[in-house]
């Protein structure tokens, strides 16, 4: 099993930074892809971003291309979501998740553990 904490969210304004930490215990990630996802009140959760185990490969929603950067440090088992020029349109909740089995994982049912997340707020 591998647990997910996700930290570092909070309230910024727009145009503003965060950095966003998953801490993962109970197993080594270096063999899983990462991913991050979001969900806004009454929206489905969706995908925002993911790196694979392998080569580290990076992929992106359209929506946050070349404003995030994902990236994984597997010697401390963390995977971070570097998030800047954000916009109210980021405001959502912040979920990190781990993908045993697929890669690349992009889609929430090619993950099979998930954090509790951590809510991001953009003020306009």
């Known amino acids: 099993q591998v647990q997910l904490v996700e930290s570092g969210g909070g309230l910024v304004q727009a145009g503003g930074s965060l950095r966003l930490s998953c801490a993962a215990s109970g197993r080594t990630i270096r063999r899983y892809d990462m991913g991050w996802f979001r969900q806004a009140p009454g929206k489905e959760r969706e995908f925002v971003a993911a790196i694979t185990w392998r080569s580290s490969n990076q992929y992106y929603a359209d929506s946050v291309k070349g404003r995030f950067t994902i990236s994984r440090d597997d010697a401390k088992n963390t995977v971070y979501l570097q998030m800047d020029n954000l916009n109210f349109e980021d405001t959502a909740v912040y979920y990190c998740?781990?993908?045993?089995?697929?890669?690349?994982?992009?889609?929430?049912?090619?993950?099979?553990?998930w954090g509790q997340g951590t809510q991001v707020t953009v003020s306009s």
């Open positions: 998740a781990a993908s045993s089995y697929l890669s690349p994982a992009l889609s929430v049912l090619d993950y099979d553990y």
